[in-house]
């Protein structure tokens, strides 16, 4: 569509006085997570490795020793491990070789044997520690879902044999992304970076203390530090400004189990596999390890897609992109007979599926990327909107579209632009100081 981002650009210029954006993220439906009556969890941590951190044997015996110096501690300990490096990319591409459809349940069976590789070798490793451990799959786990493959929500965690293990003085590891089907009894999975999730719901179902989240960096940081050398790591973060930094593109917690987390009260703690050191504490907005910061941090992505759509309804529309699980963000409607909106780049085949299949106008344009400051003190400190907008124009750079949420206000600013917008902001907003804003 060569021509149609400068025209769609300049009329956003003219259109955003009078617009109202909102932003919309999508949350699943809380399930009924049955608790353990007797609330025996006290000591017992759940600790979750992610893909890096178990990617190749040694680095599973670091995992099973780390599990073990927890034991040893006195903790009961659940593991939960993600596959090992790129394991759930190469299954994936492994389907698609033998079949451009693969089949719903027999691509679930496939894709969900990673985290069953990794979880048997650290069980092994914590054996040859002097230490019992079992591993289990999700099924096996009681990690119950309805029967949607490849994004199955969990309904019910049936920690039974979790907690006899327990009780037996095993360190317990679970195959996290996966679960069975109430349904069909089938092998489901939970959706990309799906482990976090498995996490979250056996601390929520275990009354664990926390939910240790062990990962290749050190914790959530005011900004990507690639960006901004200064950039800060955080003590803490309420539930919400993690939602808003994850759904934003900070990559570091999946952003299921954030809301996973915050509607069950579990406390989530994410920090490194590599080091000893204190990671970000996300936590309910009560809790005192806050610093009370007004704002949090600056999260960016590169490129988030931006739709223009012309005479189309817009209940029509929304019910066709959240039918193909569109993750629709900025939703702008320009005139009366035309809609804008953004959808993370992943979702992008998705939109484009959507969009072709309707006999509408419509174009896209992907020379954006979306700039987003976060916090939850935003709510009652005036002057921050005034402070974004002036810091950005300082620097020449343009918001193209702009959204918010009572703590979040986002730009949409050229690619090019991302870095200096990103770094402009953590420095206007003073955020390598704890405390000074
Ligand atoms: N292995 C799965 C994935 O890569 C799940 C996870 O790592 O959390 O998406
Ligand atoms: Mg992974």
Redesign the pocket.
């Known amino acids: 569509m060569p021509g149609t981002s400068s025209r769609l650009c300049a009329r956003h210029r003219r259109s955003l006085p009078r617009l109202s954006g909102v932003t919309t993220t999508q949350y699943e439906a809380v399930p009924e997570v049955a608790a353990d009556a007797d609330p025996r969890g006290r000591d017992l941590v759940v600790m979750k490795f ?2 890096t951190s178990v990617g190749d044997t040694e680095r599973i015996k670091g995992v099973a020793r780390r599990l073990v110096a927890a034991r040893e501690r006195g903790y009961r300990v659940v593991g939960v491990l ?2 090992m490096g790129d ?3 190469d299954l994936i591409r492994l389907a698609h070789e033998i079949s451009p459809k693969p089949h719903p349940r027999e691509y679930d069976m496939l ?1 969900s044997v ?2 069953r590789i990794s979880n048997a070798l650290c069980a092994m490793a914590i054996h040859d520690l002097g230490h019992e451990a079992i591993s289990l799959t999700g099924s096996q786990a009681g990690i119950v879902t309805d029967a949607v493959h490849g994004k199955a929500k969990i309904a019910e965690v049936r920690a039974q044999r979790i907690n006899e293990a327990l009780d037996g003085e095993m360190i317990v590891l679970v195959a ?2 996966q679960g069975v089907s109430a349904a069909s009894h089938d092998v489901t ?10 996490a979250v719901a056996l601390a929520a179902a275990l009354g664990a203390t926390a939910c240790e989240m062990y990962t290749d960096v050190e914790g959530v940081f005011t900004a990507d530090p690639r960006i901004v050398p200064g950039a800060r790591k955080l003590a803490a973060l309420t539930y919400e400004e993690m939602l808003e930094l994850a759904a934003s593109g900070a990559k570091v917690l ?1 952003l299921r189990s954030v809301e996973f987390a915050r509607n069950h009260d579990v406390r989530l703690h994410v920090r490194s596999t590599f080091s000893d050191t204190e990671g970000t504490w996300i936590v309910d907005e009560e809790d005192p390890v806050l610093e009370k910061a007004i704002i949090s941090g600056v999260a960016h992505t590169d490129c988030e897609p931006l739709y223009r759509v012309r005479e189309i309804d817009a209940a029509k529309l929304f019910a066709l992109l959240a039918d193909a699980s569109v993750n629709v963000d900025t939703i702008l409607q320009v005139t009366s007979d035309e809609i804008v909106f953004s959808a993370p780049l992943e979702d992008r085949a998705s939109c484009e599926e959507v969009l072709g299949s309707l006999d509408v106008e419509w174009s896209m344009r992907d020379d954006l990327g979306k700039v987003s400051l976060v916090g939850a003190g935003m709510k009652s400190h005036p002057g921050i909107a005034a402070k974004t907008f002036g810091t950005l124009d300082g620097i020449g750079v343009e918001a193209k579209v702009i959204s918010t949420s009572p703590i979040k206000i986002a730009c949409h600013v050229r690619t090019e632009d991302v870095p200096r917008a990103v770094a402009a902001l953590h420095d206007a907003f003073e955020l390598e100081n704890a405390g000074a804003h």
């Open positions: 992610g893909g993600s596959a394991t759930t990319d894709i990673g985290e996290g992304f999975t939970l959706g990309r970076g799906g482990s976090n999730l498995t999946q």
